[in-house]
């Protein structure tokens, strides 16, 4: 499967998200490919950092030079991680992918991004359009504040995308994870970020877990 991880939103978490699965899938003894064409080149740096530490298991990234659907299908899983500054991949991408995930951080603005962005799918011509999923990232853990349930409610009702439950809360172990190399559930194997990140793993790869 090709799956997308993207919006038009700048630090959504849509790197984090891409290298944690990316881990947790090569942990499955699955055969996965990251695709980064972000020219910030995040998802390639952190991938560098875990390959100098000589962390297992090892990742495979390549760059936009991989967007073409015989290279995409080179690996059982192909996770492709995306910004709005080469809009020509973007569009690219869209038009290959099987689905897309949409990281939402609970905000009024970025609820509107998000209905911009799946106008942006939609308008890509293609035989059948691919499954779009949102879920809520960085949310807060203050049960007091009730923004980030507000932000899940209204990704609900949004036309075009499928809501999610499982979210992952604004925690600091997922920055200091993702700068060492490692996914959150090897740091913290225990700890509420990695039960949070399975949580959503189990729901987006459920055909790996059941």
Not at 2 to 28: E, R
Not at 174 to 182: A, D, N, T
Request: with cysteine; charged share 25%; net charge neutral.
């Amino acid at each position: 499967m090709i799956t997308l991880v993207g919006s038009l939103k700048g630090g959504s978490g849509k790197s984090t998200v891409t290298f944690n699965l990316g881990v947790w899938l090569a942990m499955a003894n699955v055969k996965v490919q990251l695709v980064d064409i972000d020219p910030q080149a995040t998802l390639t740096d952190v991938t560098d950092v875990r390959q100098e530490e000589r962390f297992d298991p090892p990742l495979r990234v390549g760059d936009r030079q991989l967007l073409s659907r015989e290279q995409l299908r080179g690996a059982d899983e192909t996770l492709i991680d995306v910004g709005t500054a080469d809009m020509e991949s973007l569009r690219l991408a869209l038009s290959l992918c099987d689905r897309v995930i949409v990281p939402v951080q609970p905000s009024q603005a970025d609820i509107w991004s998000v209905q911009r962005f799946v106008h942006l799918v939609s308008s890509v011509e293609r035989a059948q359009p691919p499954e779009v999923l949102g879920f809520i990232n960085r949310g807060d853990t203050h049960h007091a504040v009730r923004e980030t349930n507000e932000a899940a409610a209204a990704l609900v009702s949004l036309p075009g995308i499928r809501f999610i439950k499982p979210r992952l809360s604004q925690r600091t172990v997922f920055r200091r994870s993702f700068s060492e190399g490692l996914a959150v559930f090897e740091l913290e194997s225990k700890g509420k970020a990695a039960r949070e990140f399975l949580a959503l793993a189990a729901v987006l790869y459920a055909n790996l877990v059941s």
